[in-house]
């Protein structure tokens, strides 16, 4: 390697505190950029958990109601019979749902309730311990919030005002926000004097049968329903919750790669202006101005490229430390997600290497005659 | 003179415009023939780093003409004067100004490099200068590991690795002790002499006129004509060497303003000497200066 080639690498490592500080620049802004995104990931995730892990294509509601979550929709148990016998249909899912308030250690704990029937489906996707709710007064509860209120399989709970006993914990169905907790769905109907009713219907069509020709079906046999694709409500209940979160979760990650910007930048910069008498001398003896900008780009480049890999392998590292502390969270880091924090670091340190070029550019070798 | 290395002809500089116009060079003409040794004084702000600026092609005069071997510097558009900066000019700078991250060795090839020299073959010709110079010990250390006449002596080796014309050194003994100095001025002259290397040098150093063929006084932005000075030991007065009245008492020339101040301390020569130490006079100064 000639000595022009090895000089943005020999420039950056004479001065070690320095290089630390512009990696580690970036490898935080790359970290809080991918932890952010992983979060919102993560809860966009959680919100669509249970109809993504429960089968049916299709969700009737109530007509009027687009949500699943947060929304309150009665159907009958004709409906139910209904839906069962209409052609194209292969399985139909009723399932109870509530939002509730758990008093759980004194302290009040949302959670998202679902009456479903063990026999037919609904309920859990995995069960980490015990079984399934499968009569009478038994629950499931999510595991991560059993763990956080010490809660363990055979416990017994008051569910407003009744006692249940906790007979498995599930695995998946955790959110920062608000958990599952899976009871029989004959119990929910007692509890909440909802004899025969159910809230949703989650309808799987038979092989040949599309999703939209089975919706337009169930529009047209029933009255008073709305069948609506498992997307499209997945996609409403994101827009009703989640935007309560990801505006100022989005804020956050632009935040995080504006000081990461100005961090590199800044360093980058000052790195280049602190070296100004040096490049003036180079310029001065003869150097062109190209020699001068692809050092400062390589030492960008070579900065932004450490910063970024360390930034994703840290941000590995801090999800598994949050999600061990606090698992109601879940992060979730998609390859697209790290391809875009790579961009963002590489971004990150070509503003610092534009402005650092451009004081290079600036940069009489008159000056380092000066004193 | 037909082997002139540099010619300047009525060179002005200019910076600003209207009232707040400054002149730092005006009207300087000057030729630098090969191998001559030309140093600059003057006093702070009279324009000498403006010329040495000039003369290394760093900056374009407002008027006049400065040649190289024919070549006029000063009509060159500005993205050619790096390649004659590099290839016929060499600098050597007050405080060295050398790449702090590069070694010894990598200091002086770089600049050979930059000449489109292969980077092995730089690297063996600046080992060879530096051998030359003294520094075989030193080729792989840093320059903060490095002496101040150790510094230096990579700058020069650097300003000759592209066998230049011209060597420009800007106040090249500022940062040294005057032993260290009186040798990196001796290395020059002896380079220069050897070698016909030109060498321009501005300077506020007395001690180094002896190394240099033409001394020039620059003030103002014009070269003036250089006088001796001494000074009165009576009256304390400065005055022209050759238009001040003489005595010499116990082997030593003392110069007057006046035949009046000569009676007088011929009249009592030691009272003057002792006022004078008192004074801190220098007895019979022979310092240059400018003809005012």
Redesign the interface.
């Known amino acids: 390697?000639?000595?022009?080639q090895s000089?943005s690498y020999?420039?950056l490592?004479?001065e070690k505190t320095r290089f630390i500080l512009s990696v580690g620049g970036i490898t935080l802004a790359v970290m809080l950029i991918l932890l952010l995104n992983g979060l919102m990931k993560g809860l966009y995730e959680q919100f669509g958990a249970y109809l993504r892990n429960t089968p049916g294509t299709v969700v009737v509601s109530q007509a009027g109601i687009n949500n699943f979550i947060g929304s309150t929709s009665t159907l009958s148990s004709d409906t139910v019979e209904t839906i069962q016998e209409i052609d194209g249909v292969s399985q139909v899912i009723p399932v109870l749902s509530q939002f509730i308030i758990l008093d759980l250690h004194d302290k009040k704990q949302p959670a998202y309730l679902i009456g479903y029937d063990s026999s037919i489906g609904g309920g859990p996707w995995r069960i980490s311990a015990g079984r399934e709710a499968q009569s009478g007064n038994e629950v499931v509860f999510d595991r991560t919030l059993a763990n956080r209120h010490q809660i363990q399989v055979n416990d017994t709970l008051n569910i407003m005002g009744e006692q249940f006993k906790v007979v498995g914990l599930s695995d998946g169905t955790a959110s920062w926000m608000t958990s599952y907790v899976f009871m029989p769905k004959a119990s929910m109907e007692t509890l909440f004097g909802l004899k025969g009713d159910t809230s949703f219907v989650l309808v799987t069509a038979d092989t040949g049968v599309t999703q939209q020709k089975l919706m337009e079906r169930l529009n047209t046999t029933l009255a008073g329903v709305h069948a609506s694709a498992e997307d499209e409500v997945i996609a409403n209940d994101l827009n009703l919750f989640a935007r309560f979160f990801s505006a100022p979760l989005q804020l956050m990650v632009g935040i995080a790669f504006l000081i990461g910007t100005l961090i590199v930048g800044l360093i980058i910069y000052t790195a280049t202006t602190e070296r100004q008498?040096?490049y003036g001398?180079?310029?001065?003896?003869?150097?062109?101005n190209n020699?001068l900008y692809r050092t400062v780009a390589i030492q960008s480049l070579i900065v932004a490229s450490l910063g970024s890999l360390a930034g994703v392998g840290l941000t590995f590292e801090v999800a598994r430390l949050i999600t061990t502390i606090r698992p109601q969270f879940l992060i979730l880091i998609e390859p697209t997600s790290i391809f875009g924090a790579v961009v963002a670091g590489m971004a990150m340190a070509s503003l610092g290497a534009f402005f650092s070029i451009w004081a290079v550019t600036r940069l009489?070798?008159?000056e380092?005659?000066?004193? | 003179m037909t082997d002139f290395s540099l010619r300047v002809e009525g060179i002005s500089k200019r910076y600003g415009s209207g009232d707040t116009e400054v002149t730092a060079v005006s009207n300087i003409s000057l030729t630098v023939s090969q191998g001559e040794i030309v140093l600059i004084m003057g006093p702070s702000g009279s324009g000498k780093t403006t010329l040495l600026l000039l003369l290394g092609a760093l900056l374009k005069p407002t008027q006049g003409r400065i040649s190289l071997d024919g070549l006029d510097l000063s009509s060159l558009a500005e993205k050619a004067l790096p390649d004659i900066r590099l290839h016929q000019l060499g600098f050597v700078f007050q405080d060295f100004k050398l790449l702090s991250a590069l070694s010894v060795l990598d200091n002086v090839a770089i600049v050979a490099e930059l000449a489109g020299v292969n980077s092995k073959v730089a690297r063996r010709k600046a080992a060879s200068l530096l051998t030359e110079l003294g520094l075989a010990e030193r080729l792989n250390f840093l320059p903060e590991k490095l002496s101040g006449g150790e510094k230096q002596r990579v700058a020069i080796a650097r300003a000759l690795i592209n066998e230049p014309r011209i060597i420009l050194a800007d106040e090249p003994t500022a940062n040294l002790d005057s032993k260290i100095g009186l040798q990196i001025m001796r290395l020059l002259r002896r380079i220069a002499k050897e070698q016909g290397r030109s060498l321009i040098i501005v300077s506020h150093d007395q001690r180094i006129k002896d190394i240099a063929d033409r001394v020039l006084w620059l003030e103002d932005g014009r070269f003036k004509d250089m006088v001796t000075m001494v000074t009165d030991p009576v009256c304390g007065m400065a005055l022209e060497h050759e238009k001040a009245t003489s005595a010499v008492w116990e082997g030593q020339a003392y110069y007057f303003c006046s035949e009046g101040c000569k009676h007088e301390f011929l009249a009592n020569p030691v009272h003057f000497q002792t006022h004078q130490a008192a004074l801190s006079l220098p007895s019979a100064t022979h310092q240059e200066y400018p003809l005012g």
Do not use: D, H, T, Y
């Open positions: 390697m000639s000595i022009k000089l020999r420039n490592i004479q008498k040096e001398v180079l310029k001065a003896v003869g150097s062109k020699l009489s070798p008159a380092v005659f000066r004193k």
